[in-house]
Antibody, heavy 118, light 106 residues
Framework: EEQLVESGGGLIQPGGSLRLSCEAS????????IDWVRQAPGKGLEWVSA????????YYADSVKGRFTISRDNSKNTVYLQMNSLRDEDTAVYYC???????????WGQGTRVTVSS | DIQMTQSPSTLSASVGDRVTITCRAS??????LAWYQQKPGKAPKVLIY???TLESGVPSRFSGSGSGTEFTLTISSLQPDDFATYYC????????FGQGTKVEIK
């Protein structure tokens, strides 16, 4: 079964840092880009960041550029999202998802909740 | 950046109704348009990709159409399991979601 599992969320103070992990299984990890998408409480989906498969090209939404860093360890089938200088508006459930090309984003992880609050 | 606008934001319907949701892009995104269904507390699930291709396992009452900048998701006969929020997404240039359409029980 193709699966993604996120971890690393929690409560953090404004200005703090957090690293999210997304572990994949059931497919050839290195051949796929992986994306992070977030959803603030009661709001819609917002694409956050992406990393390509083999070339490790990275992409960021303007709202997180310069604060978040995406990376991957293909030996561990894991993608990371390092989040620095966190703001209240970064509070959200963070999902990782596989960029399946024409098949769009599929599958998705279950999400990990990040709460930025003092 | 490509902007995606869905309408309506909320839709009240009854079981058996035919339901149509519209998604408009600020520039052409053909054919890179997907539709997702999300239920409370759950991750989104892809229903339609490449504007009109039904994802494996998705009931045939769901269909997608459109091209260029205007796309629609149609549910031919609404079922109890279909009450959820639906999002369109373009993936032609980076990735952008519409703001969502909540389908509620009338």
């Amino acid at each position: 079964e193709e699966q993604l599992v996120e971890s690393g969320g929690g409560l953090i103070q404004p200005g703090g840092s957090l690293r999210l992990s997304c572990e994949a299984s059931g497919f050839t990890f290195i051949t796929y880009a992986i994306d992070w998408v977030r959803q603030a409480p009661g709001k819609g989906l917002e694409w956050v960041s992406a990393i390509s498969g083999r070339r490790n090209n990275t992409y960021y939404a303007d709202s997180v550029k310069g604060r978040f860093t995406i990376s991957r360890d293909n030996s561990k089938n894991t993608v990371y999202l390092q989040m620095n200088s966190l703001r209240d508006e970064d509070t959200a459930v963070y999902y990782c998802t596989r960029d399946s090309g024409e098949h769009a984003f599929d599958p998705w992880g279950q999400g990990t909740r990040v709460t930025v609050s003092s | 950046d490509i902007q995606m606008t869905q309408s309506p934001s909320t839709l009240s319907a009854s079981v058996g109704d035919r339901v149509t949701i519209t998604c408009r892009a600020s520039q052409s995104v053909s054919p890179y348009l997907a539709w997702y269904q999300q239920k409370p507390g759950k991750a989104p699930k892809v229903l339609i990709y490449m504007a009109s291709t039904l994802e494996s396992g998705v009931p045939s009452r769901f269909s997608g159409s459109g091209s260029g900048t205007e796309f629609t998701l149609t549910i031919s006969s609404l079922q109890p399991d279909d009450f959820a929020t639906y999002y369109c997404q373009q993936y032609k240039s980076y990735w952008t979601f519409g703001q969502g359409t909540k389908v509620e029980i009338k």
